[in-house]
Nanobody, 130 residues
């Protein structure tokens, strides 16, 4: 059974940090590009970051660039999202996703709220207070 299980969300003050984890099982983790998305109440799902398998090259949306860092631990089948300098507008449910087709290049068409990713997690809530 394929599972993506996010954890690490919570309530934090503006300027604080959180580290999200996404533990994968049931598929060959090393073969899949990994993504982080978020969705705030009343808003569309938004791509946050992705990491490809070709060279581990990370990609970030403009809204989080310089503040968030994606990383992958293949030995633990886990992808992380280190979030620093958090802002109230970062408040959302954060989801991880996995996709095989975009394994070597996770940007462009593959980094889209309309693209159909292979697997999704259930999400973890991040709330940033002002």
């Amino acid at each position: 059974e394929v599972q993506l299980v996010e954890s690490g969300g919570g309530l934090v003050q503006a300027g604080g940090s959180l580290r999200l984890s996404c533990a994968a099982s049931g598929f060959t983790f090393d073969d899949y590009a990994m993504f982080w998305f978020r969705q705030a109440p009343g808003k569309e799902r938004e791509g946050v970051s992705c990491i490809s398998r070709r060279d581990g090259d990370p990609y970030y949306s403009d809204s989080v660039k310089g503040r968030f860092t994606i990383s992958s631990d293949n030995a633990k089948n886990t992808v992380y999202l280190q979030m620093n300098s958090l802002k109230p507008e970062d408040t959302a449910v954060y989801y991880c996703a996995a996709d095989l087709l975009s394994a070597t290049y996770c940007r462009g068409t593959y980094f889209s709220e309309t693209y159909e990713y292979d697997y999704w997690g259930q999400g973890t809530q991040v709330t940033v207070s002002s």
